[in-house]
């Protein structure tokens, strides 16, 4: 069992950033977040293999988004920049312990989720 906890949502202006972290109680082949809207299904936003070697973004955020980790605090973050309204969403992040990418299903654990609001 993976237990993962998210922080660092919160309101922000059109065109700030906001930086996510979420803490892995556990070792995982890879992680990423995902995001959701009201009433929309949700997105996959970026993910990362532990060794590194491996890094995805969705293309709504590529550019503006990066993923990272640190390995010794068994984290990922995810900086945000230039952030937009349609960026509004709960982040949650996930782990996988077999493979990186970008569907859901590849995922064995969630966290509960941190909202993110960009206001206009």
């Known amino acids: 069992q993976v237990q993962l906890v998210e922080s660092g949502g919160g309101l922000v202006q059109a065109g700030g950033s906001l930086r996510l972290s979420c803490a892995a109680a556990?070792?995982?082949?890879?992680m990423s977040w995902f995001r959701q809207s009201p009433g929309k299904e949700r997105e996959f936003v970026a993910a990362?293999?532990?060794?590194?070697?491996?890094?995805y973004y969705g293309d709504s955020v590529k550019g503006r988004f990066t993923i990272s980790k640190d390995n010794a605090k068994n984290t990922v973050y995810l900086q945000m920049t230039s952030l937009k309204p349609e960026d509004t969403a709960v982040y949650f992040c996930?782990?996988?312990?077999?493979?990186?990418?970008?569907?859901?299903?590849?995922?064995?654990?969630w966290g509960q989720g941190t909202q993110v609001i960009v206001s206009s």
């Open positions: 990362i293999s532990w060794s590194g070697d491996s890094i």
């Open positions: 996930a782990a996988s312990l077999q493979t990186v990418g970008n569907v859901e299903w590849g995922y064995n654990y």
């Open positions: 556990g070792r995982t082949f890879s």
